[in-house]
Nanobody, 122 residues
Framework: QVQLVESGGGLVQAGGSLRLSCAASGRSFSSYAMGWFRQASGEGREFVAAIHWDGGSTGYADSVKGRFTISRDNDKNTVYLQMNSLKPGDTAVYYC???????????????WGQGTQVTVSS
């Protein structure tokens, strides 16, 4: 069992930056691939970024590639999402997720956090 708690969301102007954190507790965090997803109001959940259990591979949605960076610190049981050059279209609730497979598909992740709101004003 893994518990995930996101933090770092907030209100930022377009062009600004935020860093989201996802702290994990429970067993074997370093065994899990981690993903970030987001859900805008009235929309479905969308893949943002993923990182392999050892941090050796990362992947991004085309919409955030070059602006967002996912990283992890297995000693701190934490995964991060650095978000730069934010746009109003990035406004959403951001969720982190843990799973045994490094994948873009949300239904392959087993554990989810409660989400953190990111709002980007124009």
């Amino acid at each position: 069992q893994v518990q995930l708690v996101e933090s770092g969301g907030g209100l930022v102007q377009a062009g600004g930056s935020l860093r989201l954190s996802c702290a994990a507790s429970g067993r074997s965090f370093s065994s899990y691939a981690m993903g970030w997803f987001r859900q805008a109001s009235g929309e479905g959940r969308e893949f943002v970024a993923a990182i392999h259990w050892d941090g050796g591979s990362t992947g991004y949605a085309d919409s955030v590639k070059g602006r967002f960076t996912i990283s992890r610190d297995n000693d701190k049981n934490t995964v991060y999402l650095q978000m730069n050059s934010l746009k109003p279209g990035d406004t959403a609730v951001y969720y982190c997720a843990a799973g045994m497979r490094y994948t873009v598909y949300s239904d392959h992740y087993d554990y989810w956090g409660q989400g953190t709101q990111v709002t980007v004003s124009s």
